[in-house]
């Protein structure tokens, strides 16, 4: 009795499951493909890689133990993704070659540098339109993690 309670249901255990693999493949697709990534934002690059790397962790975790534990982790790291994206976004893409490599800069943030490069879709700011896409697909994914993940969790008190 005590072990099904620490559990979560299979269904709502398997699309938590579903949007943590459609996060990692954005990720790893930004990782892998975004151009500008790696040579401009190397900082953005490797909290990418983190952020990859432990969605896909945590899509394990969920998959073989369907635990709140785990379901939880979820949740609460793709609240984090999504405040970090957002926080990216409208901050100009801080630390980076966009903005500024020693931190935050005023006219990225008043320009909207990163707006115009995460959301742009190809049109102008060094947008590229499948890097828009994949990132929008992982903030979008985020969001549905967390809210499904934190669901599920709530459910299965």
């Known amino acids: 009795m005590i072990l099904m309670a620490s559990k979560v249901k299979v269904a709502k255990a398997g699309v938590v499951v579903f949007t943590l693999f459609v996060?990692?493949?954005?990720?790893?697709?930004?990782?892998?493909?975004?151009?500008?990534?790696?040579?401009y934002a190397i900082y953005h690059w490797y909290g990418m890689a983190a952020y990859t790397g432990v969605n896909l962790l945590l899509l394990l975790a969920v998959a073989a133990t369907r635990s709140r534990g785990a379901v939880t982790g979820a949740a609460v790291w793709s609240v984090l993704g999504v405040i970090l994206m957002l926080g990216d976004a409208f901050l100009g893409l801080p630390f980076s070659?966009?903005?500024s490599t020693t931190g935050f800069s005023s006219s990225a943030i008043s320009n909207g540098v990163g707006?115009?490069?995460?959301?742009?879709?190809?049109n102008g700011g060094g947008s590229v339109l499948y890097t828009?896409?994949?990132f929008s697909i992982l903030l979008v994914f985020s969001l549905v993690t967390a809210v499904t993940a934190l669901s599920?969790?709530?459910?299965?008190a």
Request: no cysteine; aromatic share 22%.
């Open 132 to 134: 828009s896409v994949a």
């Open 152 to 156: 599920a969790r709530k459910k299965s």
């Open 23 to 39: 996060e990692f493949l954005a990720g790893a697709y930004l990782i892998l493909y975004d151009i500008n990534l790696k040579t």
């Open 97 to 99: 070659q966009f903005s």
């Open 115 to 122: 707006y115009k490069y995460l959301f742009g879709f190809g």
